[in-house]
């Protein structure tokens, strides 16, 4: 048993969604050796220090640290563990996340919604050197990186620099928890409260009073007004 553990890819998760967390690895235990997780940026970047996983299956929004979620935690982890290839799962698909974890040095990008099966092949993808998108996000991550100096199309308004190495700050975006962001952004690119719910693994209730306080906080009165918000900084 020990012997066939040790041919398989150590795979550490991250995600402060526990039960997410706790379905991705029931998702990969058969396939890989499932080393560590963790849930903050701390937690993080102790974790792989300790553990040096080969793949590190990476949220982008993850609280703690310096306020720079999955970049912070690839940036500040890659020290401990140079050989580490990050993967990030996420369920947002907005361009300035995207671009936040590849100019910090991910492998690849993969949204919530993969399933078990192309996940599985996505891990050992990155894990054998290939970059792996998922196929919504592959077409403007080619472009960005085709492109030069500022024109890259990934913004980092409310996200974390890599090049500078550290956070860099919007105000109005500041106002909102990691989570109040997550709801955010699925509410203004349309997702109804029971997709959200589903998305996030949180009750439909939960959902309403993030919306409510999300409104509250942006001074904003009703989800059209989300969406002309979020689509101004580009963040959806």
């Not at 990050?86 to 300035?96: E, G, H, I, K, M």
């Not at 199309?153 to 550290?166: E, L, M, N, P």
């Not at 919007?170 to 997550?182: F, N, T, Y």
């Amino acid at each position: 048993m020990n012997e066939e553990q040790s041919t398989k890819i150590r795979v550490a998760v991250v995600d402060d969604h526990e039960m997410f967390r706790a379905g991705v690895i029931a998702t990969l235990r058969d396939s890989f050796d499932i080393v560590g997780q963790a849930a903050d940026v701390p937690g993080s970047v102790a974790m792989i220090a300790q553990t040096k996983p080969q793949v590190v299956l990476l949220d982008v929004h993850v609280p703690g640290g310096e306020g720079g979620g999955g970049a912070e935690i690839l940036l500040k982890s890659r020290p401990y563990s140079p050989d580490t290839v990050f993967l990030a799962l996420s369920v947002s698909d907005a361009p300035q996340d995207v671009g936040a974890v590849i100019r910090a040095g991910a492998q690849g990008y993969v949204t919530k919604t993969i399933t078990g099966a192309d996940l599985i092949s996505s891990i050992k993808q990155v894990h054998e050197g290939y970059a792996v998108f998922s196929p919504k996000l592959a077409g403007f991550v080619l472009s960005a990186f085709q492109g030069s100096g500022s024109g890259t199309g990934f913004g980092t308004t409310g996200g974390f620099d890599a090049q500078a190495g550290g956070p860099v700050r919007d105000e109005e975006l500041d106002r909102l928890s990691a989570r109040e962001q997550e709801v955010m952004r699925l509410i203004a690119r349309g997702y109804t409260y029971k997709e959200v719910a589903a998305e996030l693994f949180i009750s439909i209730k939960t959902v309403e009073t993030h919306v409510s306080s999300v409104l509250r906080k942006l001074q904003l009165s009703n989800r059209t007004e989300l969406t002309r918000w979020a689509a101004d900084r580009r963040i959806v």
